[in-house]
């Protein structure tokens, strides 16, 4: 069936570094990619998506690119602060009337001063 | 913005108790569904509704239900609670169709089984 893949957490990073969170797919067809947010005590917000290959999605200074062809979205940030400390998932979603999201375990992501 | 709203932040209940969550939407979204969060294991989908009165189960569930008789309000149900219930529920709903619609998230709730 389909799966998304995360990189385990926690990841550590110190104000202003670069983030890469990785995130793979295992899909039958071509769905769309998402990643949500979530953070502390709160639900999960969308961040960003990508509805097709090549497309990449950005939003509060994060970007992904859909790469069919290594069947990856990785999360980039060029200079991470302290308030992105969250939860990060990947998520894919088909087409369709019922379709649903399949999210991965998550990445937790703590930015310290 | 949509607004996705549980009636709960925090439940503690007792094992045996009959819980109702409840989750309305206000944007007319067709889709609601009911996700539990647990460390590691990140979100299950538990139960789904695309139409009034329409129900899909998810991955898990056993010893769930659900209720859309509204639109806008989608509610789950543990008929007789169990500690192994206590999680982080959250409730999410989309509009209908094509894929490349995200979900809107309320903000959970925490319940523990005692």
């Known amino acids: 069936g389909d799966s998304v893949t995360q990189m385990e957490g926690p990841v550590t990073l110190s104000e202003e570094a670069f983030l890469t969170i990785n995130c793979t797919y295992t899909?039958?067809?071509?769905?769309?990619l998402f990643w949500y947010v979530q953070y502390p005590g709160e639900g999960l917000q969308l961040l960003l998506k990508?509805?097709?290959?090549?497309d990449k999605g950005s939003n509060k200074g994060f970007e992904a690119t859909y790469r069919k062809e290594t069947t990856s979205f990785h999360l980039e940030k060029g200079s991470v602060q302290v308030s992105d400390s969250a939860v990060y998932f990947c998520?894919?979603?088909?087409?369709?009337?019922?379709?649903?999201?399949?999210f991965g375990t998550g990445t937790r992501l703590q930015v310290t001063l | 913005d949509v607004k996705v709203t549980q009636s709960s932040r925090y439940l503690v209940k007792r094992t045996g108790e009959k819980v109702f969550l409840e989750c309305v939407q206000d944007?007319?979204?067709?889709?609601m569904f009911w996700y539990r969060q647990d460390p590691g294991l990140g979100l299950r989908l538990i139960y789904f509704?695309?139409?009034?009165?329409?129900?899909e189960k998810g991955d898990i569930p056993e010893g769930y239900s659900v209720s859309r008789e509204k639109k806008e309000r989608f509610s789950l149900i543990l008929e007789s609670a169990s500690t192994n219930q206590t999680s982080m529920y959250l409730c999410?709903?989309?509009?209908?169709?094509?894929?490349?619609?995200?979900?809107?998230f309320g903000s959970g709730t925490r319940l523990t089984v005692v």
């Open positions: 999410a709903s989309s509009l209908r169709g094509w894929g490349n619609y995200g979900y809107t």
């Open positions: 899909a039958t067809g071509y769905p769309s």
């Open positions: 990508a509805t097709k290959a090549d």
């Open positions: 998520a894919l979603r088909y087409t369709g009337t019922a379709s649903k999201l399949t």
């Open positions: 944007m007319d979204h067709e889709n």
């Open positions: 509704s695309y139409d009034v009165k329409m129900k």
